[in-house]
């Protein structure tokens, strides 16, 4: 394995996760009752995805600056995690939401916002299905990647704050974080960010890492023909 | 009058918000089965990361034959 320590320190903070996510004390709050730890495992996708799919709009404005495939590479395969981390995110809310609110959606901003976001994101992979040449699949769908990063910051953490919204931290409600108890999630809260964001990171490596292997094996085999 | 009305009200709505009213999963601690659901979460993360590893490790071995030729 491409060793790594940071590949370490995921596994380790994933178990912790895990162990002390059930092990360790939350607050008791009426609605939420054991159902409030899924904050290590909800908030974190949402998290991730941000950085994430941060980092493959980072890549596809270097591949316009610097044309190189790597860099392609890389934009193409954080987006794909990011949208895997968002429809778990959204999954997660789900689940979360049919026990709290009673019904696995509501027309919310938060909700649809989130949604309409991975949209954008799915059509983005459509985009690059439908362009045949390589070069100009990287170029058209990296412009295409930055106006659909900058409609995630309105989408998720703007419009939901400006109107009413079921969703904790949004229109009017509290966020986690006033409750005075909350302290004692964010030592296992913070620690749950850093490690599903750097699983998410690990399986991007290993896609862009493919992509290279399956890039060679194809210009060796044309190389043969040839 | 209204005032001591007021603050009765207040304190009967807020009883439901006594600690030991709210349910939480006292009941799987106390037996020790937190564990198991502990346990049985941390079998599947063990899984998902065991083929993880896995799959890393084979493209590093490609990589190093790609490497080689």
């Known amino acids: 394995m491409k060793a790594s320590w940071w590949k370490i320190l995921c596994i380790a903070l994933l178990f912790y996760t895990v162990i002390m996510g059930f092990l360790g004390p939350v607050p008791r709050l009426p609605i939420l009752n054991e159902g409030i ?36 590479d890389i934009a193409v395969q954080s987006a794909h995690t990011g949208i895997l981390f968002g429809a778990l995110g959204l999954v997660t809310g789900m689940i979360w939401a049919r026990f709290t609110w009673g019904a696995w959606w509501v027309n919310d901003p938060k909700l649809n916002g989130a949604a309409i976001a991975m949209l954008i994101y799915c059509a983005y992979l459509v985009l690059r299905n439908s362009l045949e040449d390589e070069g100009q699949r990287a170029r058209i769908s990296a412009i295409y990647n930055i106006f659909a990063f900058s409609t995630l ?4 953490f703007i419009l939901p704050r400006l109107t009413d919204s079921l969703h904790p931290g949004n229109g009017g409600n509290p ?16 620690p749950a960010v850093i490690g599903w964001t750097l699983l998410g990171v690990w399986l991007t490596q290993l896609h862009v890492r493919l992509r290279k292997l399956q890039r ?7 190389a043969v023909a040839s | 009058m209204k005032k001591m009305l007021s603050l009765l009200i207040a304190l009967l709505a807020s009883a439901n918000l006594f ?7 006292d009941a799987l601690r106390a037996d020790g089965k937190i564990y198991v659901v502990v346990a049985v979460v ?24 790609a490497g080689d030729k």
């Open chain 1, 175 to 190: 966020g986690f974080n006033v409750y005075d108890q909350a302290k004692f999630m964010r030592p296992v809260f913070y």
């Open chain 1, 153 to 156: 910051v309105p989408l998720l």
């Open chain 2, 19 to 25: 600690a030991q009213e709210v349910e939480m999963a």
């Open chain 1, 37 to 72: 730890r899924n904050l290590y495992f909800h908030v974190p996708m949402w998290f991730g995805m941000m950085m994430i799919l941060g980092i493959s709009v980072v890549y596809s404005i270097r591949y316009l600056r610097d044309p190189r495939l790597a860099h392609d």
């Open chain 1, 216 to 222: 060679v094996a194809e210009e060796k085999s044309e």
């Open chain 2, 42 to 65: 941390s079998a599947m993360l063990a899984g998902v990361l065991f083929y993880v590893i896995r799959l890393d490790r084979k493209i590093t071995r490609l990589e190093k034959d």
